[in-house]
């Protein structure tokens, strides 16, 4: 089967969350038996160690409904390179994403994400017209892709070319819909799918849900647990789309994620000072001495350490766990360390809480991709205060390094 996977993320090009791993994962895992591609930006912060070919050249991306009178287009090219049995291709455009120094968190993200998806289609009728590689199927990962349903489903340019393939949209988290926050809008106000997408630069565009469009109009929709495909029908986790969700239950399952055990395996880990295996547990130990000295803290074998790695949110419960971290260092003879990124609120707590415990908290505030293996090959437990956790990747590695995750009942 010929699977082409639209992406915001992708490992290791654009590594931000657990989705880039994901869809790498996945991509890679499949193209044992079947012919995957991956389509993603290319940011600017994409510097390549493999070699990039021009795939197509100027290609002119309409920013308009089919049809309409707005005639406006941006000019893109198309790269491509392989990594790991998956060949990926990258949607470069100056403005929307060479030079910008981040993948998210941009004013204008349902621009960029809507010329992603347009481009992409762009980009497959393209190679229709050099009979060249086409999809038996279109995956679609979160909110950012789901604008190519719509305008598959919707769009004349590209419905009478592409209207026969499967669309399976994945949604990681239904907590993110959109540039804005679908589920606080009243009733009344919230998009229903029913008119088209505007323009790109439409000052309405951005109240149009394309995840509400993407679960609507894919052929399927899957999570990333079956737990999570029940929470979502609920009040409490459906973000406001749990009426849709149990209209098109028929529609809907899990599948949970997964990772690929021959990356994260610390027998093999690069990154690891001393690799280990079940075979030769004690070894882990003097990864335990690494970790405390990467930190700061006192090398003391005897006591627990305990971690959290991941992104300082409030989604992720960091914020009971820096309401709890006070009792639990003035009352137990144990040590923390924490990674991550977010919030700057959560950034000043937790530096004061490492200045008012030296010897028993140590903090690094910014992205390191090597220092999460390091730490699950030396903690003895990983703290997951999570509200709502829709698969748990960052538990899933932590057990393969041999420390124990300590989760909130969700996901």
């Given at each position: 089967m010929k699977i082409l996977m639209v992406t915001a993320e992708v490992a290791p090009f654009s590594k931000v969350g657990g989705l880039s791993q994901v869809v790498y994962f996945l991509a890679k895992s499949l193209a044992g038996g079947h012919e995957v591609r991956v389509f993603t930006p290319k940011y600017g912060i994409i510097k390549?160690?493999?070699?990039?070919?021009?795939?197509?050249?100027?290609?002119?991306?309409?920013?308009?409904?089919?049809?309409?009178?707005?005639?406006?287009?941006?000019?893109?090219?198309?790269?491509?390179?392989?990594?790991?049995?998956?060949?990926?291709?990258?949607?470069?455009?100056?403005?929307?994403?060479?030079?910008?120094?981040?993948?998210?968190?941009?004013?204008?993200?349902?621009?960029?994400?809507?010329?992603?998806?347009?481009?992409?289609l762009e980009w497959l009728i393209h190679q229709r017209e050099k009979n060249s590689w086409q999809p038996d199927i279109i995956h679609l990962h979160d909110w950012h892709t789901a604008y190519l349903a719509e305008d598959i489903r919707k769009n004349g340019r590209y419905r009478r070319t592409f209207y026969r393939i499967p669309i399976l949209l994945t949604v990681h988290n239904f907590h993110l819909q959109g540039k804005l926050n679908f589920q606080y809008l009243p009733e009344n106000e919230r998009d229903d799918g029913m008119i088209p997408f505007h323009h790109f630069f439409h000052e309405e565009l951005v109240k149009?849900?394309?995840?509400?469009?993407?679960?609507?109009?894919?052929?399927?929709?899957?999570?990333?647990?079956?737990?999570?495909?029940?929470?979502?029908?609920?009040?409490?986790?459906?973000?406001?789309?749990?009426?849709?969700?149990?209209?098109?239950?028929?529609?809907?399952s899990g599948i949970l994620n997964g990772i690929d055990v021959t990356e994260f395996n610390p027998r093999t880990d690069p990154v690891l000072e001393f690799n280990y295996s079940s075979?030769?547990?004690?070894?882990?130990?003097?990864?335990?001495?690494?970790?405390q000295k990467e930190f700061g803290l006192p090398v003391r074998p005897e006591i627990p350490v305990l971690a959290y790695a991941g992104r300082l949110s409030k989604q992720k419960g960091i914020g009971t766990l820096i309401e709890v971290l006070p009792h639990?260092?003035?009352?137990?003879?144990?040590?923390?360390?924490?990674?991550?990124?977010?919030?700057?609120?959560?950034?000043?707590?937790?530096?004061?809480?490492?200045?008012?415990?030296?010897?028993?908290?140590?903090?690094?505030?910014?992205?390191?991709?090597?220092?999460?293996?390091?730490?699950?090959?030396?903690?003895?437990?990983?703290?997951?205060?999570?509200?709502?956790?829709?698969?748990?990747?960052?538990?899933?590695?932590?057990?393969?390094?041999?420390?124990?995750?300590?989760?909130?009942?969700?996901?």
């Open positions: 390549p160690k493999l070699p990039f070919r021009e795939e197509l050249h100027h290609i002119e991306v309409p920013t308009g409904y089919h049809g309409t009178k707005f005639a406006k287009s941006l000019t893109c090219n198309v790269l491509t390179t392989t990594f790991g049995r998956v060949k990926t291709y990258f949607l470069e455009n100056q403005e929307y994403y060479e030079l910008r120094s981040n993948v998210y968190d941009y004013s204008d993200d349902h621009i960029r994400f809507f010329l992603l998806s347009r481009g992409c149009q849900n394309p995840l509400l469009r993407g679960v609507l109009l894919a052929d399927w929709v899957n999570t990333v647990s079956e737990t999570y495909t029940q929470e979502i029908l609920t009040r409490e986790y459906g973000e406001g789309l749990e009426g849709v969700l149990l209209k098109y239950r028929g529609k809907l075979y030769n547990p004690k070894i882990r130990k003097r990864n335990k001495a690494v970790l639990l260092l003035a009352e137990f003879d144990i040590q923390m360390v924490i990674l991550g990124s977010g919030d700057l609120s959560y950034h000043k707590d937790l530096q004061l809480l490492a200045e008012k415990y030296p010897k028993k908290i140590g903090v690094h505030l910014f992205p390191d991709f090597k220092l999460p293996r390091k730490i699950f090959a030396g903690a003895d437990l990983v703290v997951l205060p999570s509200i709502f956790e829709p698969g748990g990747i960052v538990a899933m590695e932590a057990m393969r390094y041999g420390a124990v995750p300590v989760v909130r009942k969700t996901g």
